[in-house]
C-alpha cells in the first residue's frame, strides 16, 4: 500500500503542483491520503484527454463501479483507486460525494454547451466543492459540517477561475463551458468563440464571470474565521484565483492566450496564504 501511497504523491507533484504544495501544509500523517483523493481527482478530470463520448463514459463508470464495490479484482492493478479505497476506510470520506464529482464530469466528455450559469454552479459545486469538502474531512478527521458553506464558496471560486484560465484549450477543442445564458444576455454568438473573435461583447461577458469569482471570494473570506486552522490546508489552492483574475484585468489581457503565473509566484502565494489564512480569498 505504501508503494500505491507513493504513486499518487509522483502524480500530485507532476500534474497539480497547487495541491501538492497545499498538501504539505497539512500534518504528515494525513498527507497520503489527500494525494490519494488529488489523484484521484487527476484521473477523472482528465478522462477527456484520453477518450471522448461513451469510451470516456466507460472509464469515468470504471471508477463509479470502484466506489461502489462492484469491481472485482482490478484495484489491486491501479495504485489510485487502491489508495482512494484505503483512504475512504481511513477517514470515512462520502462516496455519494465522491460519485457525483464523476457524475458532473461526464459533461466533459461531450461539446455541448453549458446552458445557465446555475447549471455551471452546480457543476462547480460537484467537480470542486465536492474535492474541497473531501479534503476537509481529510485534514479535520471528520467531516467538517462548519465550513460546509466556506467550501460552496471556495468552491465556486475556484472553479470560475480555472475555467476562465482554461478557456484558450475548451475554446480550441470546441467546448463552451461558458454559460449560454450569460454569453445571450451580453449579445456573445458561438461563432465569436469559434473564430476567437475577442469581441466587447466577449470581454464583457468574461468580466462578469470574474466579478461572479470574486463575489463568492469575498463571502468566502467572511467565513473562514469560522473555519478550524486544522481545515485550512484543503482551502489552500484557492490562493491563486485572487492573482489569477487581476491578470485577466491587465490591459495586455488576450482572453484565447494562456494566462501563465510562474511557478515560483504560485508556490510564494500559497505558503502566505498558509501563513495568514484570510489571504486564501483575496481578489
Known amino acids: 500500500m505504501q508503494d500505491a501511497f507513493a504513486y499518487c504523491e509522483a502524480q500530485v507533484r507532476a500534474r497539480d503542483r497547487d495541491r501538492f504544495l497545499s498538501a504539505l501544509f497539512a500534518p504528515a500523517q494525513q498527507r497520503a491520503a489527500l494525494f490519494?483523493?488529488?489523484?484521484?481527482?487527476?484521473?477523472?478530470?482528465?478522462?477527456?484527454?484520453?477518450?471522448?463520448?461513451?469510451?470516456?463514459?466507460?472509464?469515468?463508470?470504471?471508477?463509479?463501479?470502484?466506489?461502489?464495490?462492484?469491481?472485482?479484482?482490478?484495484?489491486?492493478?491501479?495504485?489510485?483507486?487502491?489508495?482512494l479505497l484505503a483512504a475512504i476506510a481511513q477517514y470515512g470520506l462520502d462516496t455519494a460525494r465522491l460519485a457525483a464529482l464523476i457524475d458532473a464530469h461526464r459533461f466533459d466528455l461531450y461539446d455541448e454547451p453549458m446552458s445557465t450559469l446555475a447549471d455551471f454552479e452546480a457543476y462547480a459545486d460537484a467537480v470542486t466543492t465536492n474535492l474541497i469538502k473531501s479534503a476537509t474531512q481529510i485534514v479535520l478527521g471528520r467531516p467538517g459540517s462548519e465550513t460546509e458553506e466556506l467550501a460552496h464558496h471556495t468552491g465556486i471560486a475556484q472553479a470560475i477561475t480555472g475555467l476562465l484560465a482554461a478557456f484558450p484549450v475548451h475554446s480550441g477543442r470546441g467546448q463552451?463551458?461558458?454559460?449560454?445564458?450569460?454569453?445571450?444576455?451580453?449579445?456573445?454568438?458561438?461563432?465569436?468563440?469559434?473564430?476567437?473573435?475577442?469581441?466587447?461583447?466577449?470581454?464583457?461577458?468574461?468580466?462578469e464571470l470574474r466579478s461572479i469569482a470574486r463575489h463568492h471570494l469575498r463571502q468566502a473570506r467572511q467565513l473562514v474565521g469560522r473555519a478550524p486552522a486544522a481545515a485550512l490546508p484543503a482551502f489552500l489552492p484557492v490562493a491563486l484565483a485572487g492573482p489569477t483574475l487581476a491578470r485577466m484585468e491587465r490591459k495586455e489581457y488576450q482572453p484565447f492566450a494562456p494566462i501563465i503565473v510562474p511557478p515560483w509566484r504560485r508556490q510564494w502565494l500559497i505558503w502566505r496564504a498558509a501563513r495568514r489564512p484570510e489571504r486564501i480569498f483575496e481578489g
Not at 183 to 190: A, D, K, Q
Open 36 to 83: 490519494a483523493l488529488y489523484a484521484f481527482n487527476l484521473e477523472v478530470a482528465r478522462v477527456r484527454e484520453a477518450a471522448l463520448g461513451l469510451a470516456g463514459e466507460i472509464r469515468l463508470q470504471w471508477w463509479a463501479d470502484i466506489l461502489a464495490g462492484q469491481a472485482r479484482g482490478e484495484v489491486e492493478g491501479n495504485p489510485v483507486a487502491a489508495a
Open 176 to 207: 463552451l463551458y461558458l454559460p449560454l445564458d450569460l454569453l445571450n444576455r451580453h449579445g456573445v454568438g458561438r461563432e465569436h468563440i469559434a473564430e476567437k473573435r475577442a469581441s466587447p461583447a466577449l470581454r464583457a461577458a468574461l468580466g
